[in-house]
């Protein structure tokens, strides 16, 4: 079956880095999507993988191994608006998004 | 605004009652989907849309239909509505089905009593 696993929820503090691991089984891989969700909105993307290795966009980075199932989103100099949920979503080989349950973000000043 | 517009934002409904939520892009998007969002579940596929006059079904479609007459509406439909679809009701777009960067529409809060 496809699964995905990443934590439930997390605390950080404002200004230091925090990593969200994801790791997944899908039948097939398209690439592999993180998204921001505040409570209470819509989810709003963030990045994308499809190769191994690294991407880094401003202070959120995105990285993926093919091989191990396993994703992680590195965010950097926290704000206070970065608390929010960070939905993994690998995409199977019928190009459908499997959604994680997603990881809270806590950020403490 | 370009964007994707759902409605009613929020609604509460009786049991048994049918109830359409409406969905529509201005963007072009090919794809659009129906989520629902559950406390501690994931986002859940209802039903998609890969172009105008095609549908499909997702993870869990027993109770909802939709339809795709145009390229902008994507209408979900509860024939007669159950406590279980109490839930938050997501509509997202695409450029084309093989693509994963989804615009959602604001979300659909419904209580079905």
């Known amino acids: ?109 | 605004t370009a964007g994707i517009t759902q409605a009613p934002t929020s609604q509460i409904l009786a049991a048994g009652r049918s109830m359409t939520l409406r969905c529509t892009q201005d963007m072009r998007h090919n794809a659009m989907y129906w989520y629902r969002q559950d406390l501690g579940l994931g986002l859940r596929l209802i039903h998609y849309s890969n172009t105008a006059g095609t549908t499909g079904k997702g993870e869990v479609p027993d109770g909802y239909s939709v339809s795709r007459a145009n390229t902008d509406d994507f209408p979900l439909t509860l024939a007669s509505a159950v406590p279980s679809q109490t839930s938050v009701y997501f509509c997202a777009s695409t450029l084309t089905g093989d693509t994963g960067e989804l615009f959602f529409g604001e979300g659909s809060r419904l209580t079905v009593l």
């Not at chain 1, 696993?5 to 925090?18: N, R």
């Not at chain 1, 206070?80 to 403490?108: E, F, H, R, V």
């Open chain 1, 1 to 109: 079956g496809q699964n995905i696993d990443q934590p439930t929820e997390m605390t950080a503090t404002e200004g230091a880095i925090v990593q969200i691991n994801c790791t997944y089984q899908t039948s097939g891989f398209n690439g592999l999507f993180w998204y921001q969700q505040h409570a209470g909105e819509a989810p709003t993307f963030l990045s994308y993988n499809v190769l191994d290795g690294l991407e880094e966009k401003g202070r959120f980075s995105s990285f993926l191994s093919r091989s191990k199932g396993y994703s992680y989103l590195l965010l950097k100099e926290l704000q206070m608006k970065d608390s929010a949920s960070y939905l993994c979503a690998p995409m199977d080989s019928n190009y459908q998004l499997i959604w994680g349950a997603g990881t809270k973000l806590i950020i403490k000043p």
